[in-house]
């Protein structure tokens, strides 16, 4: 049996990909979540610049991936930081620590149910 090797892209419509299937995830996990709310197009638009972003940032700095979900307790607990730090970083985008731990379990079943990788 022979062994595929799988690349991931990292080009620019990868990463457009991927801020389109994120800002489409983020916008379902906080009309799902309670204690999560984005005030705006604009807003959703910039936390899932954000989003891409941070993992993008923490992907490349500590090797480990934000995936909720197929990462164990660490990418579940990285998911749910970087999702309440965006709180700090864009305006018209509201979260309690609460809510980012459910918004995390809601993000990794919607990333896993959406084709595409978001975080």
Known sequence: ???VERRESSGFGSFLL???V??????????????FAISSWFSLLL????L??????????????AAPFGRGISGFILAAVIIYAIKF???GYNITLFG???AAVIY????????GRAM
Do not use: C, Q
């Not at 994120?22 to 204690?35: K, M, N, R, S």
């Open 52 to 65: 891409a972003v941070l993992d993008w940032l923490v992907n490349k700095i500590t090797g480990i991936n």
């Open 22 to 35: 994120g800002a489409v995830i983020l916008a379902i996990t906080a009309f799902l979540t309670p204690g």
């Open 100 to 102: 980012a731990l459910i």
């Open 1 to 3: 049996m022979e062994k």
């Open 108 to 115: 990794g079943v919607v990333d896993a149910i959406i084709p």
């Open 18 to 20: 991927r801020l389109v």
């Open 47 to 50: 936390a899932a610049v954000a």
């Open 89 to 91: 970083i864009v305006p």
